[in-house]
């Protein structure tokens, strides 16, 4: 256990550095697939502290290897890298210096903490007994980046992988421990109601479209109420409507196109959904004399607390902040994708501070975060690395 010390004191050590590389990146955001003078600033940093980095033939994201003192597991640690068009207006002591572009989800910090941990780990590489992957992906916002990295087989070698995100949710200090589901499983619903256009004053010379999407959109509200225990979480938002040409008030148009959300915790319950939106929306649509489908899109799978690692996470989460059971929630996470691939756990970071003005939700123009939470998050990641490679060795995810 001398290793915890060393992150202690590391975290400690490299805590000005870590403001630095927050700073940085907070000042410098980029969009989801745009992130080139982002990858270009990981790169150097990681070339500087002796790290190899992997090509994958990737315009963005950088992967890096860090051999340790000896053969053993390989654990990957994941960040996001990839920032939001949304004008910044928060009291973050520095603002994002590109209009319209910003923050807004904080992976400028998940970024910064990695490089920390980046910095830490490379001077602990003799106690290190195998390897670490960092990996920093980006659009994860478009829920695109992990999928590009696995792909390229980025995971190939990988006993083990630790991410983490900022949460509002959790005070500052703690870290979200959850033993299952954290961020809910996203699929798209894209939906079309045919009919018959005509005259707006008269309607029985039409087959209405219009009426027969208002009365599925009702009904799609009680696929949930009544087929899924109160007990559990899903979600069903139909949240884009499109019907006829624009602000015309007599023409019954031929189509309505409709676009929603599907987010759960279990794969039965999706299934289910599907089922459930493909029959109502056909049979209510008929009722009107109307045609209607749903194309049913499974985007990303739900991102959790593997449970065989739950107990490890816990321990590494122990070493740098309070362990709290987290409240899961309908956002969505690509983490998931490696998820499917090697064992994962994945962390919630605590920000949330009253006094702070650190209490916005992601994605909100005014969202802030307290660039101390970077070191602990450094830490974290270093934690679960050591202990990461213990779980291994010990069998746990056999
Ligand atoms: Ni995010």
Request: net charge negative; with cysteine; aromatic share 8%.
């Amino acid at each position: 256990m001398e290793y915890k010390a060393t992150v202690h004191r590391l975290m400690k050590e490299k805590e000005q550095l870590s403001f630095e590389f927050f700073e940085h990146l907070h000042k410098h955001p980029e969009i989801s697939n745009q992130e080139f003078e982002t990858t270009a600033y990981v790169k150097d940093i990681l070339k500087s502290l002796d790290i190899e980095v992997i090509d994958y033939g990737m315009e963005t994201g950088v992967v890096g290897l860090l051999r340790g003192g000896s053969d053993g597991p390989c654990i990957a640690l994941r960040a996001d890298i990839d920032a939001l068009p949304i004008q910044e207006d928060s009291t973050q002591e520095f603002c994002s210096e590109v209009p319209g572009v910003s923050h807004a989800c904080g992976h400028d910090a998940h970024c910064a903490a990695l490089l920390t941990a980046a910095s830490i780990l490379s001077e602990m590489r003799d106690e290190i007994k195998g390897s670490v992957k960092f990996i920093f992906q980006p659009a994860e916002e478009l829920n695109t980046g992990a999928k590009i990295l696995v792909d390229r087989d980025c995971l190939r070698g990988v006993d083990a992988i630790f991410g983490v995100h900022n949460s509002p949710d959790v005070p500052f200090g703690s870290i979200g421990v959850k033993d299952g589901p954290l961020m809910a499983a996203v699929d798209r619903i894209n939906m079309k109601i045919y009919g018959r256009g005509g005259h707006g004053g008269q309607p029985h010379l039409t087959c209405d479209p219009v009426v027969a999407a208002a009365s599925f959109i009702q009904s799609a509200q009680t696929i949930v109420s009544r087929n899924i225990s109160p007990n559990r979480f899903a979600v069903v938002s139909i949240c884009d409507m499109k019907a006829g040409s624009g602000a015309i008030n007599n023409i019954i148009p031929e189509e309505v196109t409709m676009y929603g959300t599907v987010r759960t915790f279990d794969s039965a319950d999706a299934k289910m959904i599907e089922e459930r939106l493909k029959k109502m929306i056909a049979q209510i649509a008929d009722a009107y004399n109307c045609e209607g489908e749903c194309e049913y899109i499974y985007q990303i799978p739900a991102t959790y607390g593997m449970h065989e690692l739950y107990d490890t996470a816990y321990a590494a989460a122990s070493a740098v902040g309070v362990p709290v059971d987290p409240t899961p929630t309908g956002g969505g996470e690509d983490f998931s994708i490696y998820q499917q691939h090697v064992p994962g756990f994945f962390y919630w970071l605590g920000i949330r501070e009253e006094d702070n003005d650190c209490v916005y939700p992601w994605h909100s123009p005014h969202f802030k975060l307290n660039k101390a939470v970077v070191p602990i998050g450094a830490g974290l990641y270093a934690m679960s690395v050591f202990k990461g490679i213990d779980a291994v060795n010990n069998g746990l995810l056999k």
